[in-house]
């Protein structure tokens, strides 16, 4: 059930439509309130955003859009969650809105049941979002941000494509998007497109007949047909031949595919998801990917920031590694050292959070004390001659300030001059640090 409070701003100029959803929303316990144009709404919700749940906003109003009225509100603090309603025609500018940060949208018309449903989803994506320690993915802003951005996209059954570096975290991004979407219960068939080798790739995708070629003696179900009504993962999707990505095409655009050597189409029920390190909307270069597939997969993006742009996640990933090595293994290791930890921060991390996983095991395995040390998590430095971990001591001093402006930072929510004054430095020496550190842009965006 709904809390009494819960309350909805709905900003719809259709008399008809708004009386009815006026009239289902408060028999649901809603207390609704209703404007028929885009600057009365912006007027008054600016004044109580505070104190509404979620707005439901339709995209095409008599005076200013949808997108106008989001986007003045979107300049408040506390702007509460926008879900939109649109039109056949709408659905670019709806998907625009979602990147913005709207929480859904309702293409008309709609089911009442299915428009409620969604309507407690947002809610409950906004609330679970507001939540601090409410994130699986990691504690920095951006991986946050991502994190966000795969509960706006779980309702929909639209293409997600995943860029970022090898290691990054693609794989584990989607299978959270599998998790919390309604598909979370059907399988997540993952497969990656640079492991199989291009004459097999379209068997093992979409399946073939007995007898279509040598060797096919029976008939083979392929990941696109397994995937049932969950998600087919496509990883490394820059590496997928280029008939096949013909095939892949065919695939989104009809909603069914051909088994190789098969005659009767095969109705594909799954949710697209696509990976890649490569930057496909490059196209042309030598990796040649179809700009019409490019633009099919990639209705919905997202990208995970590599590890060493999200810092705050590496003490968070390292104590996680280290407690799922620790139940894996019989062993006595308390934790890690500080200067373990400090290594680990100015670590640039080429191989991303894989690299961090393999390096934890790794000390988990050998070390010989009860406390991870340097050399333990980076065995190629203790054995240059001289034996300790040495790093530029530049990259320590960074390392030692950048995490000190972050503390301060977090301390006084981001106000430059509080935190200033606690590191006892300017206000525009701490800008300057700030923007060496790429801190400056994360604090623009979270205030
Ligand atoms: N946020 C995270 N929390 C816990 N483990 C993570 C996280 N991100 C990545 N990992 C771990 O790091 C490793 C690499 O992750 P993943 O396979 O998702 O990366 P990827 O970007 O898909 O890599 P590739 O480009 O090679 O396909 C995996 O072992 C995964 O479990």
């Not at 104190?51 to 009225?69: F, N, T, Y």
């Not at 040598?214 to 031949?241: C, N, S, V, W």
């Not at 680990?344 to 406390?371: I, Y």
Request: hydrophobic share 40%.
């Amino acid at each position: 059930m709904l809390p009494d409070r819960a309350r909805i701003g709905l900003v719809e100029d259709d008399l008809v439509m708004g009386g009815s959803i006026v009239q289902r929303l408060e028999l649901e316990g809603w207390r609704v309130t209703w404007w028929q144009s885009g600057c009365e709404a912006i007027s008054e919700i600016a004044g109580e955003s505070d104190s509404l749940d979620l707005v439901i906003c339709d995209v095409c109003l008599p005076d200013v859009s949808g997108e106008v009225v989001f986007n003045e509100l979107a300049k408040l603090p506390n702007i509460p969650p926008f879900m939109f309603v649109t039109g056949h025609g709408e659905i670019d500018q709806a998907v625009r809105l979602m990147r913005s940060g709207a929480v859904d949208f309702m293409t008309k018309p709609f089911a009442m049941d299915e428009f409620l449903r969604r309507i407690d989803a947002g809610r409950r994506t906004m609330q679970s979002q507001l939540r601090l320690n409410g994130y699986c993915l990691g504690e920095s802003a951006g991986i946050q941000r991502a994190e966000d951005l795969l509960h706006r996209y779980a309702a929909h059954d639209l293409p997600v494509l995943i860029t970022g570096e090898t290691g990054s975290g693609k794989e584990v991004a989607a299978r959270l998007l599998h998790q919390i979407s309604s598909r979370g219960t059907e399988p997540f068939i993952a497969v990656n497109c640079a492991a199989i080798p291009a004459e097999l790739l379209e068997s093992e995708i979409f399946g073939h007949e007995k007898g279509a070629f040598t060797g096919a003696q029976a008939r083979h179900l392929g990941y696109a047909e397994r995937a049932g009504k969950g998600t087919l993962f496509l990883d490394e999707i820059g590496d997928m031949p280029l008939p096949l990505q013909a095939k892949l095409l065919r695939l989104i655009e009809d909603g069914s595919f051909h088994r190789v050597g098969g005659e009767t189409p095969v109705v594909f029920r799954a949710r697209i998801v696509t990976a890649t390190h490569r930057d496909l909307a490059q196209r042309g270069g030598p990796t040649g990917f179809r700009e019409d597939l490019y633009f099919r997969l990639a209705v919905l993006p997202i990208h995970i920031p590599p590890l060493r742009e999200r810092s705050e996640d590496i003490d968070w990933l390292m104590d996680r590694f280290l407690q799922n090595a620790a139940a894996r293994s019989d062993t006595c290791i308390r934790g890690f050292s500080a200067l373990a930890r400090e290594a680990a921060l100015v670590h640039p991390w080429p191989g991303n959070v894989r690299e961090l996983r393999n390096r934890v095991d790794r000390a988990v395995a050998l070390a010989t004390n009860e406390w991870i040390m340097p050399g333990d998590l980076f065995p190629e430095h203790a054995s240059k001659p001289g034996g300790a971990a040495f790093v530029p001591l530049a990259d320590v001093r960074d390392a030692a300030e950048r995490r000190q402006i972050e503390r301060a930072l977090e301390e006084t929510g981001g106000q430059i001059a509080k935190a200033a004054a606690l590191l006892s430095i300017s206000r525009t020496t701490l800008w300057e640090k700030m923007t060496r550190f790429g801190l400056a842009e994360r604090v623009r965006s979270e205030t």
